[in-house]
């Protein structure tokens, strides 16, 4: 049998903030083991027999986080990243990659739809699953792996069972996330399981499903990728079709109304890795019950999960608490409260604060930069530039810049002059002028920036030349 996998990495993993943030969300982190969930994930499908590289359906802000990790485990197969101008939830993304996958010279019969940020502990077992479900999927259903329950969790959609076939069952219904009685009764019962929002399925049913249910999604969703635009390492839905397709879930749109859903049980060591308390639930403990990451000193502490990205975290006496620090922000919470992470990730978007985005090392494509300092009318910033790579050749409104040398040679244009910097040297770009940074050597190339001006944000960059392809005038 041939297969499409199709990672979607288009979440945000709001209640894993403060980590997980919107510019550089949890499926791309190292959230304490050795690799990021996306990676992961790659490697899972990676695995299984007979499986091709997969299809990634990301955003335009993540598209060289996705592509660097991608091309890590898959060398050489760039193009296989569809880009969403602006997120529509799941149905529209894989009818997207349906098509995708039709359109190619030697179309699968399947696809396998993983989301990019789950944890799976047995991969054996979940490839035979996967061919279980492929034995149903031959059979014309639209398949969705649950997973046996293991609590009465409220955080997750659960599953009913149906009729028994071959190697699953019938799919009676959906159940939107329960509250806490409705949970026990359905753990108490037998029968239902949680959604795991992963399918296998064929290509051409799933589109004569959405067609049917959700017309209007399937239309946008065809015009945005018959107008679509490729360029080396990325497809580009067209922006006006996709920007008016409603924004609906595979399950809505499509699962809970069609004739032709089916479920395979999975009991593989599952988790979504959605909030704190699953994080810790799923980590290695000490002999306290603690999780610990980073710079940790605990006394008295127990249940807790303790997560440093660069200060010393000094617990005392604190049971069950999520403690979280990552340089400009630290989160408190109760472990039976991290639910509600988001409310606070709502009140600082509703702020409008940058700490909902951004950590303070933001990641480009060229390496990356962290804001050292901020004042009135200065900025400081230490960035830090990979060997061949290159910022767009610029030019700013409202600031002046001086860089400094810290490690590495740089190749610095300031207008017509071109000059080669080393270590200790440095330069001066006044407001207004046309300039480019690049590292020319085989080490990374540090330096540190110091910008004055009555405007320090980043949009007050011009670009005229661009070697990722990010927006010009």
Aim: glycine content about 8%.
């Amino acid at each position: 049998m041939k297969f499409c996998p199709v990672i979607l990495c288009g979440g945000f993993g709001t209640r894993l903030w403060p980590l997980s943030r919107s510019h550089y969300p949890k499926q791309f982190m190292d959230l304490g083991g050795r690799r990021s969930l996306f990676s992961d994930t790659l490697i899972r499908v990676k695995d299984m027999p007979d499986m091709p590289p997969p299809l990634v359906i990301c955003n335009e802000e993540q598209r060289f986080l996705a592509a660097a990790q991608l091309q890590a485990e898959y060398p050489g197969h760039a193009g296989r990243i569809i880009l969403e101008p602006l997120g529509r939830n799941t149905a529209p993304a894989i009818a997207v990659a349906a098509l995708a996958a039709l359109h190619a010279e030697t179309s699968p019969p399947f696809l396998l739809v993983l989301p990019s940020d789950h944890a799976i502990k047995d991969r054996t077992l979940f490839a035979q699953a996967v061919v279980k479900a492929a034995d149903i999927a031959l059979n014309g259903r639209l398949v969705v792996f649950g997973i046996q329950p293991t609590k009465a969790e409220t955080g997750y959609g659960w599953l009913e069972r149906g009729d028994a076939l071959e190697t699953g069952y019938t799919l009676r219904r959906f159940v939107e996330k329960p509250c806490r009685k409705d949970a026990e009764a359905m753990l108490a019962t037998g029968g239902y399981y949680w959604n795991s929002g992963m399918f296998l399925f064929a290509p051409q049913l799933y589109l004569q499903e959405l067609q049917r249910y959700a017309p209007e999604i399937y239309a946008h969703s065809l015009a945005a990728f018959e107008g679509r635009r490729t360029d080396t390492d990325f497809i580009h839905l067209d922006n006006t079709a996709f920007s008016a397709c409603p924004s609906d879930s595979i399950d809505y749109a499509v699962m809970e109304k069609t004739a032709y859903a089916a479920m395979v049980p999975l009991d593989v060591g599952w988790s979504d890795l959605g909030s704190w308390a699953a994080l810790y639930a799923m980590s290695d403990k000490d002999k306290n019950g603690n999780v610990r990451v980073g710079d940790i000193i605990a006394e008295d502490t127990a249940d807790t999960y303790l997560h440093s990205s660069g200060r010393l975290i000094a617990a005392l006496g604190i049971h069950d608490m999520i403690v979280v620090e990552t340089g400009d922000t630290v989160l408190v919470a109760d472990k039976e409260r991290t639910e509600d992470v988001k409310k606070l990730v709502a009140r600082l978007a509703d702020e409008k604060r940058a700490e909902k985005d951004v950590h303070l090392r933001v990641l480009r494509p060229w390496g990356w930069y962290e804001t050292l300092a901020l004042g009135n009318r200065f900025q400081v910033k230490r960035i830090m530039v990979n060997p061949g790579a290159a910022l767009s050749l610029q030019m700013h409104h409202h600031r002046a810049e001086h860089w400094v040398v810290v490690s590495g040679t740089g190749e610095i244009a300031v207008g017509d002059n071109v000059v080669l910097l080393h270590e200790d040297q440095s330069t001066y770009i006044p407001l207004g002028v046309k300039h480019r940074l690049c590292n020319p050597g085989r080490m990374p190339l540090e330096i540190i920036e110091v910008q004055s001006g009555a405007y320090l944000d980043e949009d007050d960059i011009v670009r005229f030349e661009d070697h990722y392809g990010r927006f010009m005038p």
